[in-house]
């Protein structure tokens, strides 16, 4: 099957567009629930999307991370029809037996009190699982359009839609949940007509079992302890604080994680571009492409955290919401999720590079720390200690990675060119301080300084230049 040449550049940015498009779609889904529904409806969706999702991880069994990591290397057309369909179709038989599961043990417990709006969400087990494999298996391609196709623009804009029906034509968060679902539905279907035209069933089936879920199987522990790392949080703030605060928190992590925006865009291509790279031998590139993209996502990460800081108050107004720990739960969360992109996709690069036990026992330390620092710190300082939990656990996690990956293979995501975005960053952020300070709150202010931040920074990046190394993104992948 021939794999065309795509521009690293080309490529990232098609995810990045789709990757701003998605997130503010998905961000206004939490806005309209919260704005429509209230807070306390809010924080019981938050529950239902983490627990809905955390069976889909467990339903993949890591066969997400399958077609990118064999697709690109491989030439027999059957062998990649075989992948295809193994890694679609087990997901749908186990998801179907996990959701039962999950459905008897909530049936067993009154754990929430509100377990009748969290039995909703386990109807869409099996179809979430396949459809993120399903997006997962576009990118083997070395494509990232039809990824954003079905993730960003498909299921996120029909989760708008329905959601939005059901907050403000039938007012019924139980409406909302089923409409969430279906939109899941839609990008399934989406999903597999897309693989249909990159010729993923062309071929009779070849099914290597074994070698796939061998490797995928070692990796549905880090998954799920990755997972554990970024959701614990919620499903423990479910557990131990109202569902209005709940909901306080879910509109400070979502904003929060529109600092990822960048580093999601590279990770639905990276993979693909690591695991050929690796494969060749080609290190040296390899690592001239984690280096440069990972000062990108740092330069990109630390302005958007500065903005926060600066209007987080005018950023959870938006959601209705006022409440003081809100406000220090942004901060912190932050904080946490700007160290995670900073260190670029360490943890993709590991796995790619035949590293993936090494992630597995990472994100299964971490995944136990942050269980107990979310147990102890939410008791104490509730949705605030859920912040600092979150936000140490995957400030150590990306510390870690980055050490592996420079005593593995010597790569330093960061150097002396960083300087550059540095004083960019400064001058954005000393104009938007200032300006702030001087000009009267509200959302129309902040969008105004916040653009004209973005562009001292782009024009002082451009005064300095962009450097010899960056010429490497433009290079084609072969």
């Known amino acids: 099957m021939d794999l065309q040449k795509k521009s690293i550049v080309s490529l990232v940015s098609i995810s990045l567009i789709g990757g701003l498009l998605g997130k503010g779609l998905r961000y206004l889904t939490n806005v309209v629930i919260a704005r429509e529904l209230g807070a306390e409806a809010l924080g019981i969706f938050a529950v239902g999307v983490v627990s809905v999702k955390f069976l889909g991880v467990v339903s993949r069994l890591g066969l997400d991370k399958a077609p990118p990591k064999f697709i690109p290397s491989q030439e027999d057309d059957s062998k990649i ?33 509100y377990e009748d709006s969290l039995r909703l969400f386990f109807v869409g087990v099996p179809v979430i699982a396949s459809m993120m494999v399903g997006v997962s298996a576009t990118t083997g391609f070395k494509e990232t359009k039809y990824s954003v196709y079905v993730k960003d623009l498909i299921q996120s804009f029909s989760a708008l839609l329905f959601v939005g029906i059901g907050a403000y034509l039938v007012d ?7 409409g969430y ?17 990159l010729g993923a069933f062309d071929a009779r089936p070849d099914f290597e079992v074994g070698k796939v879920l061998t490797f995928s199987v070692p990796l549905l522990v880090a998954s799920m302890t990755q997972f554990v790392v970024s959701w614990t949080d919620i499903f423990m703030l479910g557990l131990f604080v109202p569902a209005n605060e709940v909901g306080w928190y879910q509109a400070a992590y979502q904003t929060s994680i529109l600092l990822l925006v960048g580093l999601s865009s590279v990770n639905t291509i990276f993979p693909s571009i690591a695991s050929g790279l690796f494969s060749d031998g080609s290190m040296t590139e390899l690592g001239k492409i984690y280096r440069v993209v990972t000062k990108w996502l740092a330069y990109i990460s630390s302005l958007l955290f500065v903005l926060i800081v600066i209007f987080h108050s005018e950023i959870l107004s938006i959601f209705k919401i006022s409440a003081t720990e809100a406000k220090i739960a942004l901060v912190i969360l932050c904080f946490g999720q700007t160290a995670s992109a900073v260190t670029g996709p360490v943890g993709l690069l590991l796995i790619m590079s035949d590293r993936e036990r090494v992630e597995s026992v990472n994100s299964t330390l971490l995944a136990v720390l942050n269980l107990g620092l979310n147990f102890f710190l939410i008791q104490e300082m509730g949705i605030v200690g859920a912040a600092i939990a979150t936000a140490a656990s995957i400030t ?4 870690v990675r980055v050490t592996q990956v420079w005593w593995f293979f010597g790569f330093k995501p960061i150097d002396y060119s960083y300087y550059k975005g540095v004083f960019g960053i400064a001058g954005a952020t000393l104009f938007a301080v200032m300006a702030a300070r001087m000009t009267p ?12 931040a973005v562009v001292i920074f782009s024009v002082t990046i451009i005064l300095f230049g962009f450097g010899e190394d ?5 290079q084609n992948i072969k």
């Not at 679902?181 to 035209?197: D, E, M, N």
């Not at 150590?396 to 510390?399: A, D, R, S, T």
Request: hydrophobic residues 60%; aromatic residues 12%; negative net charge.
């Open 81 to 113: 029809s075989g992948t295809v369909i193994l890694s679609l179709g087990m997901p749908i038989l186990v998801g179907i037996l996990v959701s039962v599961v999950g459905y008897v043990v909530l049936d067993k417990i009154d754990a929430f009190g």
């Open 470 to 474: 960056n010429e490497v993104i433009l």
């Open 181 to 197: 679902i279906a939109s899941f539905v839609l990008g399934l279907g989406a999903s597999v007509y897309f693989l249909f035209k």
């Open 441 to 452: 709150n509200g959302i129309f202010s902040m969008m105004v300084i916040s653009g004209f």
């Open 172 to 178: 019924s968060l139980q409406f909302s949940i089923l």
């Open 396 to 399: 150590i996690l990306n510390i």
